[in-house]
């Protein structure tokens, strides 16, 4: 069975760039969960779908992100324009419940922005 | 303040060795609790949920003690594929909140 998948798994790109990370759920699992990984602050949720529809976006850093997901096999994250301090590693994570009990985590994106 | 907090070590262990970490949380209206296994460079994984009344899953014991706010997780007999970082991890609705982890490195 295949898990999360998420690509690129590595982006470098010079600041002011737009860039577009991508997410494949798994199949069945009606939760999707963006989260971005520093050193500095750990693991911090960035946005929530449920059912496709986006519950809760409050972890959003600012209006350069955003995210989508137009049906319950895929999800972007997008970043426009993009800078140095957004260089992170960014997982998608999915759920078969509304509640999140367990998520099933991609292998994430590493991004680094010059 | 942060929601979750963990030593964040690192933790160097002999093989054999028995080791514990410890993590407090904030929101008393927690409902579920785990602790995430997350290798270098490598995504999260679900490593044991945590109950009230302290569960075991072979070499690894959770413990809960929600009037004190505070979960622990035991290695007994700790083996070099148990370098990690263990994260914990607190569900308030449908929020996973995770702990920045702490590190842990077992030695010949």
């Known amino acids: 069975d295949a898990g999360v998948i998420q690509s690129p798994r590595h982006e470098v790109t010079e600041m002011g760039q737009e860039v577009t990370l991508r997410c494949k759920p798994i199949s069945g699992h009606n939760s999707l969960f963006w989260y971005r990984q520093t050193m500095m602050r750990g693991l911090e949720l960035l946005i929530y779908f449920n059912n496709n529809v986006p519950i809760d976006d409050s972890g959003m850093p600012e209006d350069r992100f955003s995210a989508k997901m137009p049906n319950a096999s895929f999800s972007t994250l997008k970043i426009q324009p993009s800078e140095p301090r957004d260089s992170a590693v960014y997982f998608c994570?999915?759920?078969?419940?509304?509640?999140?009990?367990?998520?099933?985590f991609g292998p994430g994106t590493r991004l680094l922005v010059l | 303040r942060k929601e979750v907090e963990q030593d964040p070590g690192p933790f160097n262990v002999p093989e054999g060795a028995t080791v514990a970490f410890n993590c407090t949380y904030s929101n008393s209206a927690s409902q579920s609790f785990f602790w995430y296994r997350q290798d270098c460079r490598k995504e999260p994984k679900l490593l044991m949920s945590?109950?009230?009344s302290g569960n075991e899953d072979g070499r690894f014991t959770a413990q809960l003690n929600r009037a004190s706010q505070y979960i622990s997780l035991l290695i007994r007999d700790s083996k070099l594929s148990d370098s990690a970082t263990y994260l914990c991890?607190?569900?308030?609705?449908?929020?996973?909140?995770f702990g920045k982890g702490t590190s842990l490195l077992v030695t010949p």
């Open positions: 945590v109950y009230s």
């Open positions: 991890v607190v569900r308030s609705g449908y929020a996973l909140n």
């Open positions: 994570a999915s759920s078969p419940g509304t509640w999140g009990e367990t998520q099933y």
